[in-house]
């Protein structure tokens, strides 16, 4: 395979999926990526989202990346449309190239970043019909992913398009409406905190902070989980820059009846009274 920049060597690549480890596919996926470029280092950032859920995949993404590498090669595939006619994408942030379907999965992690290439990179009919229609994770992402690693720009493997024509999701944004939010859970982590699509960059209004649904009670503000009282919930930023509904050593999911999914309206000020 040719080879890209040798001067600045090869890139990393880091694997996100619903694949779980109990079948060989995440391991056919390195597999490949190691017969095609042997030099590259595989990266696992987790197998472990919950089947086609997009949402908690593009947290884990947004979450994740500015922890790796500055020039890594992200492969992110919940692909509940594998084999249809959804687009292949790459888009580089900066020198991160994050390769995944055109599904809204990228949404997340691409938000407020300047400058944004992104490129369609779909194989022709010709190598599609090469590929298992069930499993383009291994035949079509990872030898994408191999090329890219090994510096091939996205735009010998693609062609370029308007950012503005990838899928948006639906789960992406908070929507702001008369002195509240409505928010949506992205994930429900193993201690039972509830994390919100509101990011750290979020501006929180002063005063009183209440949730209104689903169960009205006040919540309060705080910086640690240690500074909640027994029973109590608040709302905090967590260590993966996402604002969370949490309660001190209990489950606030269980507490509040919240799933992966869920929306919750949050108020403040005046429209906590409403």
Do not use: K
């Not at 309060?220 to 820059?241: K, N």
């Amino acid at each position: 395979m040719e080879r890209g920049n040798p001067a600045r060597g090869p890139r990393s690549v880091v694997l996100l999926s619903d694949f779980g480890l109990t079948d060989p596919y995440v391991g056919q996926m390195r597999g490949t990526i190691a017969r095609l470029a042997p030099e590259v280092q595989i990266l696992d950032l987790t197998h472990g989202v919950t089947p086609f859920n997009l949402p908690q995949a593009g947290y884990f993404l947004a979450a994740s990346a500015p922890h790796f590498p500055e020039d890594a090669v992200f492969v992110a595939v919940v692909d509940p449309g594998v084999g249809t006619d959804r687009r292949i994408v790459a888009a580089e942030r900066r020198r991160q190239i994050f390769l995944a379907p055109d599904n809204g999965l990228l949404d997340l992690v691409l938000q407020g970043a300047e400058p944004l290439r992104v490129f369609d990179l779909t194989p022709d009919a010709i190598t599609l019909g090469r590929a298992s229609a069930t499993f383009q994770g291994r035949d079509v992402f990872a030898p994408l992913a191999a090329r890219l690693a090994l510096g091939e720009p996205p735009s010998d493997l693609g062609t370029a398009m308007d950012p503005a024509g990838l899928v948006r999701s639906s789960w992406g944004r908070p929507v702001s409406e008369n002195g509240g939010v409505e928010a949506q859970v992205l994930h429900v982590d193993r201690f039972g905190n509830c994390v919100l699509n509101l990011r750290q960059d979020f501006v929180l209004p002063s005063g009183e902070a209440r949730l209104v649904t689903p169960q009205a009670r006040p919540l309060r503000r705080v910086r640690t989980y240690a500074d909640l009282a027994e029973g109590q919930v608040g709302l905090l930023l967590g260590s993966q820059g996402f604002l969370e509904l949490a309660q001190f050593m209990g489950s606030a999911a269980d507490l509040l009846g919240l799933e992966p999914g869920a929306s919750v309206r949050l108020a403040w000020g005046a429209a906590c009274s409403t």
